[in-house]
């Protein structure tokens, strides 16, 4: 089936650093890949969709200079987290979705995630 | 704008007893519904979707949802629970020709020996 793979898994981090969190689409070529952010016992909150070779759309309330999304390639997106501060301290998922055909809809596939701590 | 409540926030279940977690989700125009699965520190399995056809959708690990439109419900169920099943519960929903998911606030599934 599909893959996605998150890396790193789990960071910490000095207040003030950047950090960058690759996603991956393994076996399938990820046209849109979304960044989600997930508070502790709560549900996913999406941040920004992607697609490959354009710009990044924020969700609103997303700062789009703190969270810089990258989407160079079909399977390949980057997050940086910009001067990151304790209260950026989250996990970080991202999924893919491969080209939809035929008018159906295609899933999203996830990543492990990334449990970021700023310290 | 469409939304996905699920009422119950944790389910305890003894092992090999059925259990039922519920979704309603709210939308002016017709949705994609899904199920997806959450184990500790990871990412999201889907485990089964409806798009369209049949009301009674099967997925994985033993898994079935049914799709009511009329109380705008997605019910997921499954007739026995197993240790393994202990995991966060997440029902979605994307609306037809937008690839956004609106996600529930989850179910903890926690199965008692």
């Known amino acids: 089936g599909a893959v996605v793979s998150q890396h790193p898994s789990w960071v910490i981090c000095k207040s003030g650093t950047s950090v960058k969190i690759e996603c991956r689409s393994l076996?399938?070529?990820?046209?849109?890949m979304f960044w989600y952010r997930q508070f502790p016992k709560q549900s996913l909150m999406l941040m920004a969709t992607?697609?490959?070779?354009?710009?990044?759309?924020?969700e609103q309330g997303v700062e789009k200079d703190k969270f810089l999304i990258n989407h160079a390639s079909l399977t390949l997106s980057t997050l940086t987290v910009t001067s990151a501060h304790p209260e950026d301290s989250s996990f970080y998922i991202c999924?893919?979705?491969?080209?939809?055909?035929?008018?159906?809809?295609?899933?999203?596939?996830f990543g492990d995630g990334t449990r970021l701590s700023i310290l | 704008a469409q939304s996905v409540t699920q009422l119950d926030s944790q389910v305890p279940v003894f092992e090999e007893a059925p259990v039922e977690l519920r979704c309603n989700y709210s939308?002016?125009?017709?949705?994609?519904l899904f199920w997806y699965v959450q184990y500790p520190n990871q990412g999201l399995q889907l485990l089964l979707k409806?798009?369209?056809?049949?009301?009674l959708v099967k997925g994985i690990n033993g898994f079935e949802a049914e799709f009511n439109k009329s109380q705008t419900s997605f019910h997921l169920r499954k007739p026995s629970v197993h240790i393994s099943d202990t995991a966060e519960y997440f029902c979605?929903?994307?609306?037809?020709?937008?690839?956004?998911?609106?996600f529930g606030t989850g179910t903890r599934l926690t199965i008692i020996p």
């Open positions: 076996d399938f070529q990820a046209t849109t």
């Open positions: 939308s002016s125009v017709s949705v994609y």
């Open positions: 999924s893919a979705r491969g080209r939809i055909q035929g008018g159906g809809n295609q899933p999203q596939h």
């Open positions: 409806y798009l369209s056809g049949s009301t």
């Open positions: 979605a929903v994307s609306l037809f020709g937008n690839e956004k998911l609106t």
């Open positions: 992607s697609n490959e070779g354009s710009k990044a759309t924020y």
